[in-house]
T-cell receptor, first 110, second 113 residues
Framework: KQEVTQIPAALSVPEGENLVLNCSFT??????LQWFRQDPGKGLTSLLL?????REQTSGRLNASLDKSSGRSTLYIAASQPGDSATYLC?????????FGSGTKLNVKP | DAGVIQSPRHEVTEMGQEVTLRCKPI?????LFWYRQTMMRGLELLIY????????DSGMPEDRFSAKMPNASFSTLKIQPSEPRDSAVYFC???????????FGPGTRLTVT
């Protein structure tokens, strides 16, 4: 069974800092990997989706990479802002099964 | 588009009662997912449909849970009878296909007393 792990569980950084969130998975036979953000009391918002044949995806200040051989994905946030404060979750699509990490709670301090 | 619509947003019920959660996916999306989120277990996939057909229901915790998708624009998740441990936020999500992002609804917060 796929296991998705996100470390650290929480992260606090000053505004303007570049940061990296980590996601690791045990089964490399994934169809794609998706990054979401969740604000308190809200649903999830999709940020980036990386197909298994891709190495990375970019959207604005966000860049997500995927390395299936090592079972890792990273989400890079450039020039962080207080509005980036949220919980970030990654999810692996294993061909008919979907597995979510427990998330990294990010706090960007003004 | 209005996005994924879920109702009710909040539900408080007593143990043993039947609970029905509703979801309207984004028009044109072929995939529909039901998730449950709790502090203890995080986000769990319960069941998902492709073109109204259930593909994987292995996440449905017990026979007390059932889900239907009678047409492309409507799905229900039913719990009968409900128990306090079913208290959670239930999310519905939809996507165009496996190659596209999932879009989540705002969730239904269920409290079973």
């Amino acid at each position: 069974k796929q296991e998705v792990t996100q470390i650290p569980a929480a992260l606090s950084v000053p505004e303007g800092e570049n940061l990296v969130l980590n996601c690791s998975f045990t089964d490399s036979a994934i169809y794609n990997l998706q990054w979401f953000r969740q604000d308190p009391g809200k649903g999830l918002t999709s940020l980036l989706l990386i197909q298994s044949s891709q190495r990375e995806q970019t959207s604005g200040r966000l860049n997500a990479s995927l390395d299936k051989s090592s079972g890792r994905s990273t989400l890079y946030i450039a020039a962080s802002q207080p509005g980036d404060s949220a919980t970030y979750l990654c999810a692996a699509d294993n061909f008919n099964k979907f597995y979510f990490g427990s998330g990294t709670k990010l706090n960007v301090k003004p | 588009d209005a996005g994924v619509i879920q109702s009710p947003r909040h539900e408080v019920t007593e143990m043993g009662q039947e609970v029905t959660l509703r979801c309207k996916p984004i028009s044109g999306h072929d995939y529909l997912f039901w998730y449950r989120q709790t502090m203890m277990r995080g986000l769990e996939l319960l069941i998902y449909f492709n073109n109204n057909v259930p593909i994987d229901d292995s996440g449905m915790p017990e026979d007390r849970f059932s889900a239907k998708m009678p047409n492309a624009s409507f799905s229900t998740l039913k719990i009968q009878p409900s128990e306090p441990r079913d208290s959670a936020v239930y999310f519905c999500a939809s996507s165009k296909s496996r190659e596209y992002e999932q879009y989540f609804g705002p969730g239904t917060r269920l409290t079973v007393t």
